[in-house]
């Protein structure tokens, strides 16, 4: 959604560089990094909250069938293989939509009459 309102937005600045000869690739690209650029920030930020939520919480909640805990204690592991997978997958789909909607064709001529700038 971020990446449609952005687009949207923006729609009058592209449709300028594109009537000035910018390469439609070259904006898509641009976008894409941009986007890219917040999608990482936000997995990384996610990833590191969440791994430490879980290495707090999971001991404090794991307990025995007699409600004590157990001995030893409880061993917090994160597969970073399976970890490092589940992000580049939750990554890859806002890539591939802001991708596809930089890449749509417009009509210069049209988004500028609409951006009234």
């Known amino acids: 959604m971020?990446?449609?309102?952005?687009?949207?937005?923006r729609g009058a600045e592209f449709a300028v560089l594109r009537a000035l000869g910018a390469?439609?690739?070259?904006l898509a690209r641009a976008v894409a990094v941009e986007q890219g650029v917040l999608v990482v920030l936000a997995l990384l930020v996610g990833a590191l909250l969440g791994t430490?939520?879980?290495?707090?919480?999971?001991?404090?909640i794991?307990?025995?069938?007699?409600?004590?805990?157990?001995?030893?204690?409880?061993?917090?592991?994160l597969p970073l293989p399976q970890a490092a997978a589940l992000?580049?997958?939750?990554a890859l789909?806002?890539?591939?939509?802001?991708a596809a909607l930089a890449l749509r064709r417009?009509?210069?001529a049209r988004a500028l009459r609409e951006g009234g700038e």
Do not use: M, N
């Open 87 to 90: 992000l580049a997958a939750v």
């Open 106 to 108: 417009a009509d210069p």
């Open 93 to 98: 789909a806002p890539l591939l939509v802001t």
């Open 23 to 26: 390469p439609r690739r070259r």
């Open 2 to 9: 971020s990446a449609a309102g952005s687009l949207r937005e």
């Open 62 to 77: 794991v307990l025995t069938d007699e409600a004590t805990r157990p001995v030893p204690r409880v061993l917090v592991q």
């Open 52 to 60: 430490a939520l879980t290495r707090a919480v999971v001991p404090l």
